[in-house]
């Protein structure tokens, strides 16, 4: 017998933080998120999906009274479909499909009772950019925000009936791998010209780069069903968030007398230093992390965004500015590979892309949907 209870007490809150370090305490590639991210994506008070959704979170136990597993199960209307689909997330499970499936059978009908034809998981409640799929190959370390789990989940889900709406795929190639010789033919084309230069970005002047790569962004992605246009104000306040953490040797744009043309957007992976946490980051964990980041070399850099004007595509401009930031950051810093956050598979251009950065792909991940009506015609993610 299994017994669902909603998380609404401070000792229920611990023990859906704490139940998957007790699941993967022998899992040498998990990572701890932190606690606080965790908790903030439940809080109505910070997270603005509140607004427009509801979400609750369970743990379920077995009659020993111990946690078997937990998930969290949410409704957004802004999360449009073409049926109305709720989502689940933060899915934990011991290794039985018994309780696996009384756990979707549980979410399936408390969406059922808001009017909801499908779930898709496990996602978030939130935005895409973290927390977001299944992992199905390479488990490996996960990125800061990126899930992570036991092989045999994706067992539990697809015998269940969840099919994959789309895969997630990861790339990354190592920093001191040979480049491409067409990066270094472009980037001695791009040199003899006066015009175009490279720098990287500096955090003693923000405003500037947050204003170039707004427009960089908006001209590089605005056609290409990249997500809206972005407004300078708010990638200011993005940056000085990040300061932080940004490296000054890792981010670059280029300019063509003055006037951005492109950039290529890193930062370190701050798994590498949130792994020695456990979870915490008050005051103490604070305090050591500034001191681990000091000390502590980190090999993985995550690529953010890549992007190039419409004016100044299919010319070259990408290897220019690769190899002139890779060469850089080879003798500044002390990262080993990096890797870029997933693309879906239905976006065959920004696929293209990262091929012709002469990556290979790492880990996938996959976002799955389950309809509630089984005779339903199954169709993956739209393409691009």
Known sequence: MIIAEEVHHENQKKEFLEFPVR???????????????????????????FKTGECKRFIFKNKENKTVGKIAVFVNQLYEQNQPTGGIGFFDCINDQETANFIFDYCKKWLQERGIK???????????????????????????????NFPYYKELLENYGFQIYFEQLCFSRPIFAE????????????????????????????EKFAKDFTEIYNKAWAAHGEGKQLEEAKTL????????????????FVYENE?????????????QWFKYMN??????????????????KNEKMVGLVFGVVPEWQKKGLEGYMIWEGTQHLRKHTDFKVTELQWIGD???????????????????????????????????????
């Open 259 to 271: 006037k951005p043309i492109a950039m290529w957007m890193n930062i370190p992976d701050l798994n």
């Open 346 to 384: 239905f976006n065959p251009k920004m696929i293209k892309i990262a091929e012709n950065l002469d990556t290979e792909v790492t880990r996938k991940l996959a976002t799955y949907r389950y309809l509630f009506d089984r005779e339903k015609v199954f169709e993956r993610h739209p393409m691009l």
């Open 279 to 296: 979870g915490k980051f008050g005051f103490i964990e604070k305090l050591k992390f500034l001191w681990i980041k000091k000390f502590k």
């Open 179 to 206: 480049v491409s010789r067409v990066f270094t033919v472009m980037h001695a084309k791009h040199s003899k010209n006066p015009a175009i230069s490279a720098r990287p970005l500096k955090k003693n002047n923000l």
């Open 118 to 148: 499908a779930m898709d998981g496990p996602i978030n409640f939130g935005e895409r950019d973290k927390f977001w799929g299944l992992l199905i190959e390479g488990f490996i370390e996960p990125l800061y925000g990126m899930n992570y």
């Open 237 to 252: 306040k993005m940056f000085k968030t990040m300061k932080p953490i940004i490296n000054e040797h890792i981010s670059w």
């Open 23 to 49: 699941l993967y305490q022998h899992d040498k590639n998990y990572i701890r998120p932190l606690d606080k991210d965790i908790e903030a994506i439940f809080d109505p008070q910070k997270n603005k999906f």
